[in-house]
């Protein structure tokens, strides 16, 4: 195996990082864009660079981050809404 095809497989088997989860746990929708043409969802832009480099573990970390974050979001908004009930 050569060192290309040895930094393929690397790549493709490497782990989300810390601060990389976290802002697909934290931020897992995207926000109103005020130029529709332009994307300024900064998770979709990293899925894509993932997919663009070959990150297969990545990018399914990421959609797991990224449900994960809402279900976080949507027990949120129930536990707020029982208690001001």
Do not use: C, V
């Not at 995207?30 to 994307?39: L, T, V, W």
């Not at 990421?62 to 949120?76: N, T, V």
């Amino acid at each position: 195996m050569n060192q290309e095809q040895e930094n393929a497989e690397n790549r493709k088997n490497a782990p989300l990082s810390n601060a990389e989860a976290t802002g697909f746990f934290f931020i897992p929708f995207g926000f109103a864009k005020i130029d529709r043409r332009k994307n300024t969802d900064f998770n979709e832009s990293e899925l894509e660079r993932f997919k663009k480099f070959g990150f297969d573990r990545k990018i399914k970390q990421a959609s797991e981050m990224r449900k994960f974050g809402i279900i976080f979001y949507m027990s949120i908004a129930i536990i707020l809404a029982y208690l001001l009930k």
